[in-house]
């Protein structure tokens, strides 16, 4: 992404000895992953008669990994991996588990994380506004933590904007462990953790294409490789190509969507797999903001009529985001029923946010104008931001099975961290590199009372846009996370089985200051060192059903400052569940209960409008103290029929805090289903679903005016609503399908968010979209 930048000395890069080790690592297994090509050519020359020990078996690689769901055809996963680190079935897993799977993601045409996690069991989300900041919540708290193929990767806390940065087309399926799940990552999240599976390289050759167009000029085409790099398939390869383009129900809204996945796998030996690979996707949204919503009141008092298109976001409004990942895995199996996995990656970053809104404020605050019905009131507000990160994660461990008092059970050992550096860059009046048509902002480049709007009956988002560029001036924030922990798996009976185990987690974090000069201060150092319990326990019932029960700690560190620029504390607590699961029919279908009881303490609360000191980031609090969630929930997936599958997923929701208002809804409902049609109709297949969610109350800041200053704040109740989607699929020959999608498909109005800056978020309009597919 291109930057306007001064002429200035060059901004020193810092090392760091896990960078370089990640790096070296990354480089030795690159290294590694061309020999076996050398090793398959001189195995296809070698003479009829060498010795049978000195040849590799003909494929030593299965077709599909342990959790891969891609081709199942199935809304049910055999077996999952993120809740303890150990593959498990979702029956022998202590904690309410959910899979996305390839098929439902095909089904439902879902593309970004912003759609996944508003068609998932359990999850709710709010959009902040236009297209800019989402979050996400499961249990009655905000989800913080994601991962790809058991790595920790940014994003998720607040208002991440992670919404829409993220490819799907680039993944086998989606793991959501509901719950905390502290043990593999040393964060305990009562919510949920978020675990992406990267499509993988198979022994098959295959390629396959797609085009399709839909509601407002949308477009997308991919592009699907497995090619075997060798006779045998000891080589193989799988390449992604994923593109979006298109505008959206919102005036002068458009996005566009790139993901690009490459990755070589190989067998060294009949008992060592080593695979690199790199990724790379880019988001581009223009037309949004922050603060770009839809006005809920005029100045005297009286209610909007805004349609859903409305877009308060100037013409030249703009974020941008980018992130290109390099990243390894080796498998070693050691012998005994021992095996082994190193895995790495290494990823920078780019965003830049450039925006620009018709807002209505005063000098009170940021929500403290409204419009008046005359066309005045209306000021451009607009901030400008530009950051970069750099992130090198590994991850060690190994797994096997052992003998105790007569039984085999099963234990893991593991090394999991990362590194992690994020870099904000200043711009300010005073450093002279920020101003929107000569008008200095006043101190940091944020606009809010400069810039008036004539009449904002007539907006159409045109408007003098930012002169920017960069200096030395920045702040670096450094953040070391590192853990050992273990697990073990007990038989204690044929029927009674126990997980326990805990994890060391060593946390630090730092920012440094540079000025213009390039003179640093470091401050805001904190430290942690946590160790994190795990149990569970599994009771066989049958050859059917299992009972069990998990308890766990909650610890996060938050990366939310105060307005006085400090950390807020750890959040810290505990998790309880407990359920029954089963698999029915052979285990083509899953099927689960569950209770749970949670207790935060020091959750970030927003802090009005105030930010942090010499940045533009939102300020918080520790408000949150005291919040504790119980509710109950079930989920079934899987096949019915070997032509009949579907998802079911409710969640009923209970939080004790008297000073949390309604906002996550306190029933949840999903459903998924798809139909092959028999006999001669055997070519289409049919499907259809819905999502429907109960009430939500939401704070009101400041409220509806009364004249005279004074307010009405009372909680703003947005009813319950139902969503649903259907789908046609058409087999039209042996390599040719045609799919038809139609989300929202009574055209409800809803609302995504309602309250916030006095303004709410229409949620998408019904949106049809026709694709077809080639596979050779």
């Known amino acids: 992404m291109a930057s306007r930048h001064a002429s200035v000395p060059a901004i020193p890069s810092r090392p760091h000895t896990m960078h370089r080790a990640v790096r070296s690592a990354l480089l030795s297994l690159t290294v590694a992953s061309i020999l076996p090509t050398q090793a398959a050519r001189a195995a296809n020359a070698a003479e009829p008669g060498a ?13 599909v990994r342990d959790t891969a769901t891609e081709g199942s055809g199935s809304y049910g996963a055999r077996a999952a991996s993120s809740s303890a680190g150990l593959t498990l079935a979702p029956r022998d897993t202590p904690q309410a588990v959910s899979v996305v799977t390839r ?21 709710s989300s709010t959009q902040t506004d236009v297209g800019a900041r989402s979050t996400y919540r499961a249990r009655g708290f905000d989800i913080t933590t994601y991962r790809v193929d058991g790595l920790e990767i940014s994003g998720g806390a607040d208002f991440s904007g992670i919404g829409s ?29 978020i675990n992406l599976s990267r499509k993988r390289p198979t022994t098959e050759r295959g390629i396959s294409g797609g085009v399709r167009v839909g509601s407002w000029n949308s477009k997308h085409v991919d592009v699907d490789a497995n090619l075997p790099l060798s006779d045998d398939s000891r080589v193989r390869s799988r390449f992604v190509i994923s593109s979006d383009d298109g505008g959206t129900f919102r005036d002068r809204e458009h996005v566009s969507n790139l993901g690009v996945l490459g990755i070589v796998e190989a067998d060294l030996t009949a008992d060592t797999r080593v695979s690199v690979g790199i990724q790379h ?48 895995d080796l498998e070693q199996k050691l012998g005994g029923g021992w095996k082994a996995n190193l895995s790495l990656a290494h990823s920078k970053g780019e ?44 991850s060690l461990a190994a797994n096997g099975p052992f003998q105790l008092f007569g039984r085999e059970h099963e234990a893991m050992v593991g090394i999991n ?20 048509g000569g008008v200095s902002a006043g101190g940091s480049c944020q606009y809010r009372l400069q810039l008036p709007i004539a009449d904002w009956r007539n ?8 002169n920017t560029y960069r200096t030395n001036a920045r702040s670096e924030t450094t953040t070391d996370s590192i853990g050992l922990y273990t697990a073990a798996r007990f038989n204690l009976t044929d029927a009674l089985k126990t997980i326990v185990g805990a994890r060391l987690t060593h946390y630090k974090t730092y920012i440094d200051t540079f000025t213009l000069q390039n003179a640093v201060s470091r401050n805001n150092v904190m430290r942690h060192d946590v160790v994190t319990p795990y149990a569970g326990i599994i009771y066989d019932l049958n050859a059917n059903y299992s009972l069990y029960a998990s308890y766990t700690d909650i610890f996060n560190p938050q990366s939310q400052r105060d307005r006085d620029g400090e950390y807020l504390k750890p959040v810290t607590g505990s998790s309880y569940e407990a359920g029954i699961k089963g698999e029915l029919l052979d285990g083509a279908l899953n099927v689960s209960a569950a209770v749970f009881q949670a207790k935060q303490n020091n959750v970030a609360v927003a802090d009005g409008a105030n930010l942090v000191p010499g940045t533009a980031s939102q300020a918080y609090i520790a408000g949150g103290s005291g919040v504790e969630t119980k509710g109950f929930e079930f989920e079934a997936s899987g096949n019915l029929t070997k032509n009949w599958t579907a998802m079911v997923g409710y969640t009923y929701l209970s939080v004790d805090n008297v000073n949390t208002v309604e906002r996550d809804p306190r029933q949840i409902l999903r459903m998924q289903t798809s139909y092959r049609l028999p006999d001669e109709w055997n070519k289409l297949t049919v499907g259809g679903g819905v999502s429907w969610q109960s009430h939500s109350v939401w704070s009101a800041m ?39 999608n139609v989300s929202n498909l009574f055209d409800k109005t809803y609302y995504r968010q309602y309250g916030f800056y006095d303004g709410l978020i229409y949620g998408e309009p019904r949106k049809i979209s026709l694709g077809l597919r080639a596979s050779f």
């Open 459 to 466: 907006w159409d988002g045109n408007y003098a846009g930012f």
């Open 351 to 394: 965003a830049i946010n450039n925006f620009g809104v018709a807002k209505a404020n005063t000098a009170g605050g940021l929500w403290g104008g409204f419009y008046n019905q005359d066309g005045t009131g209306a000021v451009l507000n607009g901030i400008h931001s530009e950051s970069e990160s750099e992130r090198s994660s590994m």
């Open 165 to 193: 940065s993220i490819n799907l087309d680039l993944y086998d399926h989606v793991e959501v462990v509901r719950g905390a799940n502290g043990l593999l990552g040393g964060k305990g999240d009562p919510s949920a953790t």
């Open 51 to 63: 010795a049978e020990d000195s040849v590799l078996p003909a494929v030593i690689a299965t077709a």
């Open 281 to 328: 996707e880019k988001t581009r949204n223009d037309g949004t903001s922050w603060g770009a919503n839809v006005p809920i009141w005029y100045a005297d008092g009286t209610r909007t009529n805004f349609s859903r298109s409305y877009n308060p976001a100037a013409n030249w409004s703009y974020t941008d985001r980018e992130t290109t990942t390099l990243f390894a």
């Open 702 to 740: 400041p409220g509806r005016p009364l004249g005279g200053g004074a307010f009405d704040d009372t909680p703003l109740k947005t009813g319950a609503y139902a969503l649903f989607n259907a789908m046609a699929r058409y087999q039209i020959n042996d390599n040719l399908v045609a799919t038809l």
């Open 417 to 436: 961290g990362y590194h992690l550096e994020d870099t904000s860059y200043t711009f300010s009046s005073n450093l002279g590199n920020c101003n929107i």
């Open 103 to 123: 098929q439902q993601l095909d089904d439902q045409n879902i593309q970004n994380m912003d759609q996944l996690l508003n068609i998932a069991s359990g999850i």
